[in-house]
Each structure stands twice: as structure tokens, then as C-alpha cells.
């Protein structure tokens, strides 16, 4: 009770607001009819709690949301225990009080796009060890990740994007079964965390941020679809990632990644592949027209060489291509023509010569071409 209580009243509970996604069924808080015994979070659906009870199972949704079914909503339960709070872009502001900590049971903490601060993983790593989903984007949290986070056994997905966490991750943190690791957009340095070399990460994404030395593993397994290690110091090779079958998006720059850019290890299944500002060298495969779904690629200001083969404009779902500041040689083919989705071309600087084809004047969805800077001839 006193958590709750310290919660609500310290951070903002008056002027909460119900995010759009939540059901308009959950009550607002009480704490008066709480104090008094009149209502109890759990049995009376408030917005937020999440519960437990002896004679039913909550099923969790895969982010940290948790459903019910009608039966289970309208049940008379002797006893409950909160094991999820989950109240996104709902005003909830200041810093938490020490009491959060006696939330012991939370199994999920969802709480992104608030106006809170404070070292909250100080405050609940260590007195909460049956947590599996942490969601903490889109506030003001500072602080480090404390040691004693390999300990939390059920933890899988850590989600703490767009804060000012910092400091390094401890040793240890690949001994956890990690399915979504998120720490894009804070401060932390030091060496890349090997979370991502177990066989069921999701989703990876550690970047901007001031990590620096060589990643640890190549990337593998049937279930990661999403890599973002952009805007670091990260250096070293490029990991392989031919053993990622089911990649969506992956953006490797800005870094200072050398080696092979491993072109020819794009699956099918691949929408966005981002190479910008590496040292990673390389040229385009006449096999890359097999990865048939890719949407954007780009290859900025990296040591991209050699020419166009013609199967590359057989990538006819394309939208942005972007070449500009590259060491390419030869010509812009004139099947460029059959790119009827592209939106962005950018070849400036890319070492392209010879005349720009006709062509280009059948691509009617075009909304921007950057081509100077080269050796092109002819109108």
C-alpha cells in the first residue's frame, strides 16, 4: 500500500492522463477508498495494475500489456499480488520515492513517454527479481546498471531508450536470456554487452551512445530481425550476419567498422540496410537481387567500390538509394528505369560517370535527385 500511496502522491497522480491505447474501463486511482479499504487495485481494475490473483492466470502480452477476459475481470478473488505497473504517456512525473521498491512481485514496469528522473535501476534491480519486462523509454532517467543485474533471471527485455543512463555494463549480462535489448539514445561507454549472442534476441538496438572496442559475437539465430548500432565508436570487423535468416533492418554507421561490408550475406527478408560512414569496404553483388523486399539502402560516406551490376535495379521495391560520397566506377544502368518505387537517389560524389539515362524520367514516384560532383557527360 505505501508504494502506491508514495507513487501516486509524489509523482503527479492528480493530473495522471489515460493513454489512448489504454481501455477507458480502468478506474482512476483512489487512494482515499484504498486507505480505507473500500476498493483495492486489482479487483477494481485500476488504471495501470496489473494482477495476479489465487484463482486465475493473467496472460502478459508480448510489450508489458496485460488482457483479460470478462470472467476474470468480474471474479471475486481472495487474494491478489501486483506483478505488472504499466501506465505509458500518462504525466507521470518526479522522482520515485525509496517505497517503489516494495513492489517486490512486478513481473512488468511500463512506464515510457513520462517526465520521470532519478536512478531507477538502482531502486529496482535489486529489489525486484521476478521483473522479465523493463520499459523505460522517453524520460529523464540517469544513473548506471548495477552489477547485481545478472542475478535477475527472468529478465529478457530491457527497454531504456531516449534517457541520460551512462556508466558501463557489468560482466556477466550474456548469462541472461535476452529476447529485446533497447538502449538507444543515452550515454553509456565502454565495451558493446554480448547480449545479443544468445539464441533468442529480437531486437538490438545500442545506438547512439559512446560505446566503443570490437562486438563480441556474430550475429545468429532465426529470430533477430532488428540490429541498430549506429552512432558509436565501435571498431573492429564487421560481424557476420549469414546466420541471421530472418533480418529485417540492420544500420551498422556511423562507427569505425573496417573489413568486408558482408553484401552478400543480406537475406531475403531484408527491408533497410544502412552502411553510412564505416571504413568498411566492398562492392554491390550481382546476387543482391535476391533480397527482393529491400526498401532503403544506403551507403553514405563509406568505401563502397566497383560498379552497378545490372541485377541491382531489380530491386524494384526500393525507395531510397543512397550512394553519395563512395568510390564507385562506371555507369548509372539504364534500367535504373524499372525502379518505379524510388523516392530518394542520391549519387553525389559517388565516382559514377557517363551520361544519366533517360530512364530516370519514367521514375514518376522520384521526389529528389542529388547527382553532382561526378564525371557525367551528355544532358
Not at 190 to 202: D, F, K, L, T
Not at 233 to 245: C, E, K, R, V
Not at 259 to 281: A, R
Request: glycine content about 8%; hydrophobic content about 35%.
Amino acid at each position: 500500500t505505501d508504494a502506491l500511496v508514495d507513487f501516486y502522491a509524489f509523482n503527479g497522480g492528480a493530473y495522471w492522463i489515460r493513454d489512448e491505447h489504454v481501455s477507458s474501463d480502468r478506474r482512476l486511482w483512489n487512494i482515499e477508498a484504498l486507505l480505507d479499504g473500500t476498493e483495492d487495485p486489482c479487483l477494481d481494475d485500476w488504471l495501470g495494475i496489473e494482477c495476479s490473483c489465487i484463482d486465475s492466470y493473467r496472460h502478459p502480452f508480448e510489450y508489458g500489456y496485460y488482457y483479460y477476459t470478462e470472467s476474470e475481470a468480474n471474479a471475486t478473488h481472495a487474494s491478489c499480488t501486483i506483478t505488472g505497473l504499466n501506465l505509458p504517456f500518462a504525466n507521470v512525473s518526479g522522482h520515485l520515492r525509496s517505497s517503489f521498491a516494495n513492489l517486490r512481485n512486478l513481473t512488468a514496469l511500463h512506464l515510457p513517454g513520462n517526465s520521470l528522473h532519478g536512478s531507477i535501476l538502482s531502486l529496482i534491480i535489486p529489489h525486484m527479481p521476478a521483473l522479465a519486462i523493463v520499459g523505460l523509454s522517453e524520460n529523464y532517467f540517469t544513473g548506471t546498471v548495477p552489477a547485481t543485474i545478472v542475478n535477475m533471471t527472468q529478465l529478457h527485455r530491457l527497454i531504456l531508450r531516449n534517457n541520460h543512463f551512462s556508466g558501463t555494463f557489468p560482466v556477466g549480462m550474456d548469462t541472461l536470456d535476452w529476447y529485446a535489448f533497447d538502449i538507444h539514445g543515452n550515454k553509456f561507454s565502454g565495451s558493446v554487452p554480448p547480449v545479443y549472442c544468445g539464441e533468442h534476441m529480437h531486437y538490438f538496438d545500442i545506438s547512439y551512445n559512446q560505446l566503443t572496442g570490437p562486438m563480441p559475437c556474430n550475429f545468429s539465430g532465426d529470430t533477430i530481425w532488428y540490429i541498430n548500432m549506429g552512432t558509436n565508436s565501435i571498431d573492429g570487423t564487421l560481424p557476420n550476419f549469414d546466420s541471421a535468416p530472418e533480418l529485417i533492418s540492420i544500420t551498422v554507421g556511423p562507427n569505425l567498422f573496417t573489413g568486408p561490408m558482408h553484401l552478400d550475406q543480406l537475406p531475403e527478408t531484408m527491408i533497410s540496410f544502412q552502411i553510412s560512414n564505416t571504413l568498411c569496404t566492398g562492392s554491390i553483388p550481382s546476387s543482391i537481387h535476391q533480397a527482393h523486399q529491400l526498401r532503403t539502402l544506403i551507403f553514405s560516406n563509406s568505401l563502397l567500390s566497383g560498379s552497378l551490376p545490372l541485377e541491382f535495379t531489380h530491386l524494384t521495391e526500393l525507395r531510397f538509394l543512397f550512394l553519395d560520397n563512395t568510390t564507385l566506377s562506371g555507369s548509372l544502368p539504364a534500367s535504373i528505369g524499372n525502379m518505379h518505387q524510388l523516392k530518394l537517389l542520391n549519387i553525389k560524389h559517388s565516382g559514377l560517370q557517363g551520361s544519366l539515362p533517360s530512364s530516370l524520367m519514367r521514375l514518376h514516384a522520384l521526389e529528389a535527385i542529388s547527382a553532382e560532383d561526378n564525371r557525367f557527360t551528355g544532358p
